[in-house]
């Protein structure tokens, strides 16, 4: 649905001799149906990525395609393709919910006969529809959020593009915007997103890209890339009861052991596959552990980051 085929772009610095790159033959592929987010530090390249795709800056080298169309040489096809809210963007506070989706509708120049419906339609979709004729400036922060996103969907576009949707909302309006951005992906929407809100991203992507510095340092399923990162399992198990010496057990056999602040549970590194698990399971239960809980324990999207762009993983 997205496509990017060694896509660099380069700024002229004022007074100075050398190009900034902000991104370095980039080359990734999103899938149809994907929530593929993009993360990486301030100044990393994210914001310039996307507007590249959305056809706002040309790159310096090449190739973009949206759903099979080339962003540089049809723009116009394109952005037929496209739904895209920047990081900050523009609400017109003098309007009504319903004029403002309205406005935009016709910006992108859908039949006059259906747009009354289809902006109906499109308000209620992001969850405004007690706010049709309320006016922008008193709706609250997340309200607006929403907004934007109706604006970017109005046209029904397959591809939604989404630059820090939750910037400066609380932890229920961002709640609600995994709910929206779920829904529109069951929908059928493809949804590129960025966010430094890392957690929210490990909840409802399926595929990122991870970029430094105008590189990406990984791409891929969400599940391959943090389990790459990760070259030891860490394991806790948890006993029904006292009087099994689980540490003694386990260092006997050569496994790395942290003792928990529970006195029942251990975390224990385990560099095995699930199948090594399940006979170390088993021969601690025949030896008398009285186990009666296991879980695995993932590192955070943030830790992950911060491995690779440490070059602790390579």
Not at 20 to 48: C, M, Q, R, Y
Not at 68 to 86: F, M, S, T, W
Request: charged letters at 25%; a neutral charge.
């Amino acid at each position: 649905m997205i496509q990017l085929l060694k896509v660099t772009k380069e700024y002229e610095q004022p007074a100075q001799p050398n190009l900034i790159i902000a991104a370095d033959n980039l080359s990734l592929a999103v899938a149809p149906g994907e929530i593929f987010g993009l993360i990486g530090p301030n100044g990393a390249g994210k914001t310039t990525t996307l507007k590249m795709i959305c056809g706002l800056l040309a790159p310096t080298a090449g190739k973009i395609s949206v759903n099979g169309v080339d962003v540089e040489r049809q723009p116009d096809e394109a952005q037929k393709h496209i739904g895209y809210l920047a990081d900050f963007f523009s609400v017109y506070g003098n309007l009504k919910v319903w004029e403002y989706v309205d406005h935009f509708a016709r910006a992108c120049k859908l039949e006059s006969r259906i747009i009354p419906a289809r902006v109906r339609e499109t308000v209620a979709k992001v969850g405004l529809e007690s706010k049709f004729d309320a006016f922008v400036e008193g709706l609250s922060r997340g309200m607006k959020q929403r907004l934007g996103i109706a604006r970017a969907i109005v046209h029904d576009p397959p591809v939604l593009v989404l630059d820090e949707p939750a910037s400066g909302l609380d932890p229920k309006a961002r709640l609600e915007l995994k709910g929206l951005l779920r829904q529109l992906n069951r929908e059928g929407k493809t949804v590129f997103i960025t966010s430094h809100v890392l957690s929210d991203l490990q909840e409802i992507c399926t595929s990122l890209a991870m970029m430094e510095k105008g590189k990406l340092l990984r791409v891929g399923k969400i599940a391959a890339v943090m389990r790459d990162a990760n070259s030891v399992r860490k394991v806790r198990l948890r006993l029904a009861a006292p009087g099994f010496d689980l540490c003694r057990h386990l260092e006997e056999r050569g496994f790395s052991v942290q003792p928990s602040a529970d006195v029942l549970s251990v975390v224990m590194a385990h560099p095995g596959s699930d199948a090594d698990l399940a006979l170390l399971i088993r021969e601690m239960v025949a030896a008398g552990a009285p186990l009666c809980g296991i879980e695995e324990i993932a590192d955070s999207l943030e830790a992950v980051f911060s491995k690779l762009s440490s070059g602790e993983v390579m």
